[in-house]
């Protein structure tokens, strides 16, 4: 067990600080309350263990080969994101359709939302290099579930708190806004994160 602690470390740190995901599931949160922020993260899970199965057969070799695969990653999920903050941003707490999720909210989509949001290809990836010898790749999807449903039921749950105060339509704004700009900023950091590589490759 003592071995895993420096992989397990890195799930934590990765699923707990600010990014894409806690995003999507304080949002599903203060949409709808925990029941919603569950399901978001039940779907981030999904993603990331789909990941993990693309890194066991073999993607994660494929993008060391070549390293132009993770630049574009990082490029066109930085777009993606920044589209999905921009979106967020312009959202009117006082339409009639206010309620429609901007973000993906089914665990359908929000899993596939993983394929296009590089912090998890980076976080599986490198939880995968991490795993000492001897373990097989059953325990790796372990830790992520386990690691990502506390971390991420955090978030869910302080989202679920503002709920009844995002009832108020300009509340509500201010909030979408926030997150919006938040995701955004997230995706400049992403694409900034890529610039180097192809310098330096």
Do not use: H
Not at 12 to 33: D, K, L, Q, S, Y
Not at 82 to 90: D, E, I, K, N, T
């Amino acid at each position: 067990m003592g071995a895993l602690v420096p992989v397990i470390g890195l799930l934590f740190a990765a699923a707990i600080t600010p990014g894409p995901n806690n995003v999507i599931v304080m949002e599903a949160g203060a949409r709808g309350g925990i029941a919603a922020a569950l399901g978001a993260t039940l779907g981030v899970i999904a993603g990331s263990l789909m990941l993990l199965t693309l890194v066991w057969l073999g993607v994660g070799a494929a993008m060391q080969a070549w390293p132009g695969l993770p630049i574009a990653l990082g490029i066109g999920g930085g777009a993606y994101l920044a589209w999905l903050g921009f979106l967020l941003m312009r959202a009117d707490g006082n339409r009639p359709d206010s309620s429609k999720p901007v973000l993906p909210a089914t665990v359908p989509g929000i899993a596939a939302f993983q394929l296009m949001n590089p912090k998890a290809w980076v976080l599986v990836t490198t939880a995968a290099a991490a795993m000492p010898a001897g373990n097989d790749v059953a325990t790796l999807a372990l830790l992520i579930a386990s690691v990502t449903s506390i971390c991420l039921t955090v978030w869910g749950t302080a989202g679920a708190l503002f709920s009844r105060w995002l009832a108020r339509p300009v509340a509500r704004r201010w909030f979408d806004r926030i997150m919006g700009a938040l995701m955004a900023a997230f995706a400049l950091r992403i694409a900034v994160d890529a610039l180097p590589q192809w310098g330096g490759g």
